[in-house]
């Protein structure tokens, strides 16, 4: 979509620029930190669920990539 980098589901989810501003004004507004580890997007949502941080927003990532 972007042609800017390899389109896998990582960048698509992740770190594709506008997907990127969309986690960015959603940590924004809940005043909270969106980090992402891994190098797939299985390994990224299980360092996102078991991190005891995001316990309240666990179902975060499902939402927004439903919306994106």
Known sequence: MCKADEETVIHLF?????????????ARALGHI?????VS???????WITNPKNH?????????GWGI
Not at 56 to 61: F, N
Request: proline share 9%.
């Open 14 to 26: 992740l770190h594709w620029p506008f997907t990127k501003m969309v986690w960015k004004e959603v």
């Open 34 to 38: 969106c980090i992402w580890k891994g």
């Open 41 to 47: 997007m299985e390994a990224a949502l299980e360092g």
């Open 56 to 64: 309240p927003y666990k179902a975060l990532p499902l939402i927004l």
